[in-house]
């Protein structure tokens, strides 16, 4: 099937809506698609729409926005966790070693704890780019899920071998798997925001990421405080096992969202991108009328992106833009 293109779309009245059984529309579906002449000036309001008045109007994605910060709060919790539980007396007790007449986990396999799980979230976050534009955002959060809960697996069950090396091996494993899940968790994450979130709700939402982060890691604090005062295996058991809870947030929300209608027009998917965009814009919004912008601006970077290459970031102009997303991760 040929899917139509930007100009049959910009002439068509849509008169038969496509739907699924999990969502109704109210729209008007003789309403006209916008022409070209007033599309910048609703594009400038749009940009200037207060933040109150752009959650009432696009109700439901800043509902997914919101959602889509589960997964966050579960990494900055993953973050703690595993930096903090290494201090727990009886998880040194069972992973560490006599040094200096007390219990302490060597200086070389902690280095591999801190160092191994962001070198994991570099690795899946490049994969994770490359694998949303292969089966969508929606699998790659739920790939990413899955592997997050075996990955936890390996770290819960690392304390069963007999052999202290053998504990640390597995959990060192389960460790930088996790953080592997954590870069194609995240980045499918902030591509699907960055994707369907308007202007007025992109700043906004993007936002969240590092205020979850924070809020995800002053609950793991408090985890593994109350886990210290246990004085057990059980303690630290727990909180690696309290990890599969978060991670059955994302699980679920991969389940329940909607694929980004921008990745399904990039890919030709014309009746499951009608259907995506009927549930995130509908009722309020004509949806066919949304899924044109999307066009639109897919049209537009690649006509200008048609022959970019990673190696173009750090060419001209475009140089200064890398250097100036580095600085802020850096910060």
Sequence with gaps: EIAPDY????????HSVPQDDQESTAYDPAQPIETTSTRSTKNDMETQLPLGQAI??????????????????GWGYDLLVVGAITGEDSFKADYGKMIDGEMAIPGNWLSLWMGLPPAGAAAGALLGGWLQNRIGRKFS???GSIISAMAIACIFFSHLPPEPDTKRVVITVGLTFQG????????????????????????????????????????????VYAVNQ?????????????????VLGPFTLSCLMPESPAHLIRTNQEERAIRSATRL???????????????????????????????????????RRTMIVILANVI
Excluded: D
């Design 56 to 73: 009432k109007k696009y109700p439901k994605i800043a509902g997914y926005c919101l959602a889509m910060t589960i997964p966050i709060i």
């Design 180 to 223: 592997f899940t954590v870069g194609i968790i995240k980045t499918t994450c902030l591509t699907w925001v960055s994707e369907n979130a308007p202007t007025a709700l992109r700043g906004p939402a993007m936002a969240l990421f590092p205020t979850f982060t924070l809020i995800g890691q002053l609950i793991g604090a408090i985890v």
């Design 281 to 319: 814009f509908g009722p309020k919004m004509n949806p066919y009328s949304a899924l044109e912008k999307i066009r639109e601006t897919i049209e537009e970077e690649k006509a200008t992106t048609a022959s970019v290459s990673y190696w173009a970031c750090f060419k001209g102009s475009n140089l």
């Design 230 to 246: 246990m004085g057990n295996k059980n303690g630290y058991l727990g909180a690696f096992g309290s990890q599969w809870i978060l």
């Design 7 to 14: 100009v049959e779309l910009e002439t068509t009245r849509w």
């Design 141 to 143: 959060l739920m790939i």
